[in-house]
């Protein structure tokens, strides 16, 4: 009976609640204590009523009795308050613990269902087990132990606490506990306690090879397997050489051929400790199937069925039952998700259909569901379930791959990979390597589902559909790589919708948005706005090393899209096209015969220099700047700068002159003649500050395009280069047309080049140009994990003539207009950024349309956010 | 802005009493944050010149204005131009002149005529040099205009959009400066408040005299006053005065009051549903549009559901949503600014007690919107020629392919039918992307035309010989649900 092995074991969870119970004296405070001291606790995992006492009310007990009666109520007043708060802090520090998964065991009599119920509430609210272990000692023990006590509870509610503890301990197994415990004081010594490890948590060791849905579709299941080392062994198992496992997303069955063979294979597989494979939703129907509930199948469950039937045919039913006995077991246990590690740190999460973050590595019903069917937001008119995107919420740092929901491409987004390719549509079956973090797909030897609603199919249909407007139109978020999730407001959605109807180029051409830039923070040299050194100042702050300072030209933004051929757009865009050129807020840029030709000569130069070749790409995308400004703004330009030029200067000439007729005939207007001096030499620079930026044009003749983001070739963006690389494939695009120019540029990397910088920017200021973008030395650059400003503009003392007035330079003025404030125009200038990026990979990926114009109208709403517009 | 006034002759001298200010002070005040500033020139016995500017502060100015967003606002000819703003930075420096209440000795020559040199600007007006000459010559004066200097490095404009006016004649000073203080406003055409009670008064006192004779009355009502409404106040206010003489000025009203609470607008034409250059036969032909529609819808079977799809402010489907057997009407517009005309009108329905009354709809043809499937009737009224050729067909199978209504209604204008109206432009509205012949449109329908559907071209408005009808329409109707009636 002594015999270690023999002793009946309790096992404690390795996360969430138990309560002991039982009433005083019965021994809960001695069995945790001997747990603590086998090891089996840490002192931290106990949590008692009484240390709660004594933490918020100084005292674990206070006797009232024998005292005067108003002396007693006091007494007993105080106690109930006291236990009040000592309750409601331990709830909340179980609810903490919870969270973080921790185990907590509670210490108190917990003698009443009540008492029990809110722990077991918690316990579900945290997706955690809730355990209870009851002490069950004989009355005549409890008595007599409490007679010793220092502080004795008394008699009388000894004999109470014993009654209500048989009464309510009958009921115990149907309150809702994961498991129920008790106790006979006499059986204390014989028992073993033990903790179970979180069954969820598997080590990565020397790798593992996630598989996205298999659908019984074998023969690529193998192929893919072989490619990735896998070799069969005598027992029918494929090893790896290297001791690397497989792991199923689940879903290998259904829809597919050869659902039984598949399911055998990782049965085997996961017993045999070589493979790991999660719950899903067809793995969970076909377990209640085979374990002989009543389901109905579809969604090509049926063809398990169909199979499972053959099967009895051909080798007898005794062996179908057999069969389906095992497999019954080996699904109904697969768990819900896995959490794999190193180094006792979380890694990778698998989960068939999702998970969210607070759930991983704990399990309830609820997460089961979550994680086979995903985040389901009811049902669209067709029945299927229409999908919330989880993943945007996920923040927790570990990397999520999944499957159940098609995707034609593995879905990178936000730290979840995507990886079922619809192998079973027709589609890829893809395997997913970690450490290595690289994709192995097999194509499928055809579309085996059958399925009138094939998922690729109807994807590769809709591609270029219109975007669904109920899912924007009250504001929506989208999950970028670059920023995580960027919200946007239903106001300014409308506002987009309204401009997207009204005036830009088709939806499916507008690819990006450029983003808004901010100045740096205002010059400390009282003599200016805007300084470069602040510029500077920032990215060294940001631990930024190494800068671009580019030439800023004063034109109109333009995004340039070129390509190769008008056939080369159907793939992307869905029709034949030539390119298409349009403005920052995305109306088209120059009248249809214009465009045209502009496109028309760019093709045919970069066809001559044999670009598309040079660089196997079949189209061009670049975010550029047209000079001349006039070529655009002509209309602006005359009915604003030049008309209050001509007024201003018509005005301060005259009354120059009549100033100093006065002063003449001896009035004392010297200040008023000095003031009127200045302010006509102001209204001279206003005037000539516009001209620079404007020439006669003929035609293409005097069209400039100055190039400064290469933003995407065929299947490629170059968001991982340096700016100098961007501004040598500008300085080649120049190379190859007239249209084309290069820009001038600097590196930053010391003080010297700092000032060296500075001198040449005050001296192209000066003789009128806009100024300088001062960029870090990569196109997208992080401080820690923050996106940093993609870059800071510093314009020239003449040019913010145009932008803040002719008098801006009056002291005064300036002091005043020092305050402002650039933080939202930052914060937009990152969004907007990160919505640009996203938008250009969603579309070289060939993307939806749809999901490409949620990033591009999330920008344009950003835009109709107002902010300062002469920042 | 400035304003010279000089006067030469015998009597000149008299000028600066009238104006109340010490020739040898600067006169130097700051008029609720601008700076108003006089001197003379020169004032003896026989020539008198006063300067008067005004500096207002280039950032005080632009602020709470409602487009403060705009990136122009500092880049502003406010501050430069005589306008309103200008008439109320002077007006106090100006008072003595203006009320005539001068010094007892003095008030003799507030009806004295001086031979007057008035020169002003720089004046930012669409009015054409010769109606600016107009403006001031049946008053007495020689009109000089002088343009500002407009020399660029490229081309850009052919002369400056500012002038300079010089006036020379014979009158009294407060005459002079009550004339100013109206037409400068009047050249200006930019009003830096809401017209109210306070601008009929000032037109009614400054014009005491001499607006009613100019012969450019109207113009001048118009350009002061703005809304036909305030016009009719003033005009009737005079024909008050004229049967209560004499005159008081304080005639009780409220004089902050704003005549009707409506701001100014810039006097842009609102894009709207009716076609610039068919003023006349235009009104006519939308109702006839909404006539045939409305009437084509009442004779369908099934119209239970309906969506204006382009519903702009609203008219046709607050008809619609009229006939009889109509259950629902979607109004689906994507300007923010129509649908809030639109909603009003729709408010105006509820109100009237009207049982079904249309349901404003944030959407766009662009964007798939699942809630518009299987309607009974889908209307496109001039909708599909404000899109571009290329983006329509995507839009018509949307239409037809996902949202199946039971009948769809397109009309668009006939570009034959342009002939009729001698226009003088290419197309019948600015934003027109095309305007098709009959033939065209009956072969985009055709192209359109999904599975299920047959189409049948019908025309709105008077018929011409060869030229066919103004408005042509296209009716869809769903073939499958004719077959199981």
């Known amino acids: 009976m002594m015999n270690e092995d023999t002793r009946r074991t309790i096992r404690l969870p390795h996360a969430g609640i138990v309560l002991l119970m039982g009433p005083s004296n019965s021994g809960k405070s001695t069995l945790l204590a001997r747990l603590v001291e086998e090891g089996v606790l840490l002192q931290t995992e106990v949590v008692s009523s009484d240390q709660f006492r004594m933490l918020v009310g100084d005292d674990v007990y206070i006797d009232w009795r024998g005292r005067p009666k108003h002396e007693a109520d006091i007494l007993y007043n105080d106690y109930q308050r006291i236990s009040e708060q000592a309750f409601a802090a331990m709830e909340t520090i179980l609810r903490m613990r919870g969270g973080l998964g921790k185990l907590s065991v509670v210490d108190a009599t917990h003698l009443y269902p009540d008492d029990r119920r809110k722990y077991i509430d918690l316990a579900h609210r945290l997706d955690l087990p809730v355990v209870v272990v009851a002490l069950d000692v004989p009355e005549e023990a409890l008595l007599k132990r409490d007679a010793g006590r220092a502080e004795p509870r008394g008699k009388q509610r000894v004999k109470q606490q014993a009654h209500q503890f048989k009464r309510t301990v009958r009921g115990l197994k149907e309150e809702g506990f994961d498991s129920v415990y008790i106790l006979k004081d006499a059986q204390l010594p014989e028992l073993r306690f033990e903790r179970r490890s979180n069954p969820l948590l598997k080590e990565i060791g020397p790798g593992i090879d996630i598989i996205g849905d298999i659908h019984g579709c074998w023969d690529e299941m ?286 499916e051409e507008l690819l990006y948005i450029p983003p808004t830039m901010s100045p740096p923070a205002v010059s400390e040299d009282e003599a200016y706005l805007e300084h470069p050194r602040e510029a500077f100042a920032y990215y060294r702050a940001q631990g930024v090393q190494t800068m671009v300072a580019e030439k800023k030209h004063m034109g109109s933004r333009a995004i340039l899209t070129i390509y190769k051929d008008e056939a080369a757009a159907i793939p992307y865009i869905g029709y034949p096209s030539a390119g298409s050129i349009y403005t920052r807020t995305g109306r088209a840029f120059f009248p249809n015969q214009m465009e045209h030709k502009v496109l028309g000569q760019l093709q045919q130069d970069l066809r001559t220099s044999e670009y598309f070749e040079r660089y196997d790409t079949d189209i061009l995308v670049l975010d550029a700047e047209i000079l001349p400004w006039n070529l655009k703004a002509k209309e602006l330009i005359a009915a604003q700068y030049a008309h209050v030029a001509e007024a201003a200067m018509l005005d301060r000439t005259k009354l120059l002159v009549k100033l100093k007729e006065a002063q003449a005939a001896g009035r004392e207007v010297g200040d008023w003649i000095e003031e009127g001096e200045r302010k006509l030499a102001n209204a001279e620079t206003f005037g000539q500050a516009f001209q620079y930026y404007c020439w006669d044009v003929d035609e293409l003749e005097g069209v400039r395009i100055a190039s400064f983001h290469i933003l995407a070739h065929g299947g490629e963006t170059f968001f991982d280069r340096t700016h100098v690389w961007h501004m040598e494939h500008a300085r080649e695009l120049a190379g190859c047309s007239k249209l084309f120019m290069e820009t001038e540029y600097r590196v930053i990397t010391d003080a010297a080049s700092e000032e060296e910088a500075i001198a040449w920017w005050a001296e192209m200021t000066e003789t009128g140009h806009e100024g300088i973008v001062v960029k870090p030395e990569f196109y997208r650059t992080r401080n820690g994990s923050k996106l940093v400003q993609p870059a800071l503009k510093v314009r020239g003392r003449r040019y913010l003539h145009i932008i803040y007035g002719m008098d801006y330079l009056e002291p005064d003025n300036l002091k005043r207009l020092k305050q402002r404030k650039t933080r939202k125009k930052e914060k937009h200038a990152l969004l907007e950024f990160a919505l640009g990026m996203e938008g250009i990979e969603r579309f070289v990926r060939k993307d939806s349309v749809e999901r490409m114009h949620e990033c591009v109208l999330a920008a344009l709403a950003l835009e109709s956010d107002p902010v300062d517009p002469r920042l | 802005m400035h304003l010279i006034i000089r006067a030469e002759g015998t009597d000149a001298r008299a000028v600066s009493y009238l104006l109340a200010k010490n020739p040898n002070n600067l006169y130097d005040r700051d008029e609720k944050g601008v700076r108003v500033r006089l001197v003379y020139t020169v004032c003896t016995d026989d020539e008198v010149e006063a300067v008067l500017y005004a500096t207002p502060d280039p950032v005080d100015l632009v602020k709470g204005s409602p487009d403060s967003y705009d990136i122009t606002q500092y880049i502003n000819d406010r501050e430069f131009v005589v306008s309103s703003l200008f008439c109320t930075y002077i007006r106090s420096a100006l008072g003595t002149a203006l009320n005539g209440k001068t010094k007892e000795e003095y008030l003799p020559w507030v009806t004295h005529s001086f031979p007057f040199t008035l020169s002003f600007g720089p004046v930012a007006s669409n009015l054409p040099d010769a109606i600016v000459e107009q403006l001031f010559e049946p008053l007495g004066y020689k009109v000089e205009l002088e343009r500002g200097v407009a020399d660029y490095s490229f081309e850009l404009k052919s002369r400056s959009s500012v002038r300079y006016v010089t006036l020379r004649g014979e009158v009294t000073l407060q005459q002079a400066l009550r004339q100013l203080l109206i037409l400068i406003p009047v050249l200006d055409d930019y009003k830096h408040h809401y017209v109210g009670q306070d601008e009929i008064d000032k037109l009614a006192r400054y014009g005491e005299g001499w607006l009613d004779p100019h012969p450019l009355r109207e113009l001048i009502l118009k350009r002061s006053l703005r809304f036909s409404n305030i016009i009719a106040q003033f005009e009737a206010r005079l024909r008050r005065e004229a049967a209560l003489s004499p005159v008081n000025a304080d005639d009780g009203t409220d004089g902050q009051s704003m005549a009707d609470g409506e701001p100014q607008t810039d006097g842009e034409p609102r894009m709207g549903e009716e076609p610039q250059t068919e003023e006349q036969p235009k009104i006519r032909l939308n109702e006839l549009r909404y006539q045939a529609i409305t009437n084509l819808v009442s004779g369908l079977d099934a119209k239970r559901t309906i969506v204006d799809y382009g519903s702009g402010e609203g008219k046709l489907a607050a008809r619609l949503s009229s006939v009889e057997g109509v259950a629902e009407v979607l109004a689906v517009e994507p300007s923010a600014m129509s649908q809030l005309r639109a909603i009003e009108r729709f408010d105006k329905l509820a109100d009237h007690g009207q049982k079904v009354v249309p349901t404003p709809v944030t959407g766009s043809l662009f964007y798939y919107d699942e809630t518009l499937r299987g309607k009974d009737v889908i209307v496109l009224c001039e909708v599909i020629e404000h899109i571009d050729a290329p983006r329509l067909n995507k839009v018509m199978d949307t239409v037809l392919n996902e949202y199946r209504p039971q009948t769809l209604i397109v009309t668009t204008p006939n570009r034959e039918y342009n002939a009729v109206y001698e226009m003088d432009q290419s197309m019948r509205h600015n934003d027109h992307r095309f305007e098709w012949t009959r033939g065209e449109f009956a072969d985009a329908c055709d192209r359109w035309r999904t599975s299920g559907y047959t189409v049948e071209m019908q025309g709105i408005g008077e018929e011409v010989a060869g030229l066919g009808q103004p408005t042509q329409m296209a009716v869809f109707s769903r073939r499958e649900e004719r077959e199981q009636r």
């Open chain 1, 222 to 507: 193998i192929e893919l397997i072989g490619k990735l080392g896998y070799v069969p062994g005598e027992e029918g198992l494929y090893l790896h050489p290297e001791g690397r496992k497989l792991v199923s997303v689940g879903d290998v069955m259904s829809r597919g051929p050869q659902s039984i063979r598949t399911m055998m294979f990782w049965q085997q597989h996961v017993e045999a400790g070589a493979a790991y494979m999660v719950d899903s939703n067809h793995g969970w129907k076909i377990a209640r199937y085979l374990s002989g509930r009543d389901v109905s199948l579809s969604h090509g469950d049926e063809r398990v069925a169909d199979e499972l039937a053959q099967l009895a045919q051909e080798h007898g039913s005794e062996a179908a039952s057999q069969w389906r006995q095992r497999m019954s077991h080996f699904l109904l246990e697969a768990p819900s998700h896995l959490v794999f590690t190193k180094n006792g740190v979380r890694h990778v999460v698998v989960a068939h259909a999702g998970i969210r973050d607070e759930a991983i590595g704990k399990q309830s019903k609820r997460i089961s569901d979550f994680c086979r069917y995903g985040d389901t937001d009811g049902f669209d008119a067709a029945g299927k379930p229409v999908r919330k995107e989880w993943y945007a919420h996920h923040n927790t740092g570990e990397l999520i791959v999944w499957g159940h929901d098609p995707r034609v491409q593995p879905a990178v987004v936000n730290h979840t990979i995507n990886i079922d390719q619809g192998v079973v549509f027709g589609g890829q079956l893809t395997a997913y390597r970690y450490p290595e973090k690289a994709f192995v797909s097999v194509q499928a030897a055809r579309d085996y589902s059958e399925a009138a609603d094939n998922p690729l199919k109807e994807w590769a249909r809709r591609r270029f559909s219109p975007p669904n407007l109920r899912r924007l139109i009250e504001g929506y978020s989208v999950v970028t790589d670059s920023y995580g999730e960027v919200e946007v407001r239903g106001e300014f959605v409308k506002a987009a919708i309204d401009t997207v109807s009204h005036f830009t180029v088709p939806i």
